[in-house]
């Protein structure tokens, strides 16, 4: 058992990750500002300091007060268009709030960090599945400050010997089984949650953005990865920093594609009726097709998704929107 302090653990991926690492006999703290987090998402008995990264002072209390292990680092804006919309606050946010965590957790002793990246980091990819060497070129300034993010990890790891793991994230999507916690985000904006309120009436219709892409039925192919795979990552990758494996990056996808279409019509055999369709023109820094290639963590934690099949993750999704139709208010 090791401490661990979780950095946006109040939030959608975060809260499912501090249960998989309570199941796997951590103990967590969540160090969380709340703007986009959720008190009710973080377990009974796992202690919430509300804090925020640009807060130097009470980052440094923090790691100073609880001296974690490993620290998972989730805290971040994540919207790509209202990052173009501002920058500023983006890379205040998301860069220098995370260059504040790491010089607090190299001045108390070179503290491990997984660090939760995006696939956003590639840009428009020249290979699918994109492996991890692939080139990175984000297309928005959220992908930035997170390459950023990850640049500045390989320095002070060159420099103070701070081992990291940087998970890139694909299309993360699904629930916890229990129907308990799930995605309520400020903004909605992602694909299968904005279906999910459209079937239960707090929308009009779902938008198509863009139907003329070079893709079998034309619409954008993304990568869909289930939150609590995605959480059993966070558990393997903090095992193995805290076993001594040197720095390294790993995609977190299932290594196959779904159409924004598949996605559409998985979900309209869950809720049990078509929801409305409109076709729009293409959202702007939309590659046509995002797949991982997720075979190194594979190989080097023996990773597997364990939830591949459209449905089933949809379905995940469904429970949680269900019983709580306005997210965490009820
Ligand atoms: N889409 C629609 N209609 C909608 C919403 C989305 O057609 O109402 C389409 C998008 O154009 C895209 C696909 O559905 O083709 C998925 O869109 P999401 O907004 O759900 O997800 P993104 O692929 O844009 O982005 C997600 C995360 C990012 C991360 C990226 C990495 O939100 O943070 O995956 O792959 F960087």
Redesign the pocket.
Known sequence: MSKLLVTGGAGYIGSHTVRALLAAEHEVVVLDNLKAGHREAVPTGVPLIEADLLDEAAVRAAIEAHRPDAVVHFAAL???GESMKDPARYYRNNTAGSLNLLTALKDFGSIPIVFSS????YGEPDVVPIPEDAAKRPT?V??ET?LWTEHMLKAFDAAYGLPHVNLR?????GADESGAIGEDHPNK???????LLTALGQREK?????ED?PTPDG?????YIHVTDLADAHVLAVASLLDGSPSTAYNV?IGHGFS?KE??DAVDRVVGTPLKREV?P??P???AR?VADSSRIKAELGWHPRHTDLVGIVESAWKWHSGHPHGFEG
Not at 169 to 173: A, E, G, R, S
Not at 189 to 195: D, G, M, N, S, V
Not at 206 to 210: E, R
Not at 219 to 223: H, N, P, Q, Y
Request: proline share 2%; net charge neutral.
């Open positions: 994540i919207e790509v995006t696939a956003a980091v928005s959220y992908g997170k994230y694909f299309n993360v999507c904006t992602h694909l299968i949650e904005l279906a779902m938008m198509i953005f863009g892409y619409t954008c192919i993304r990568d996808g924004v996605v559409l729009a293409r959202r820094g939309d590659p995002l």
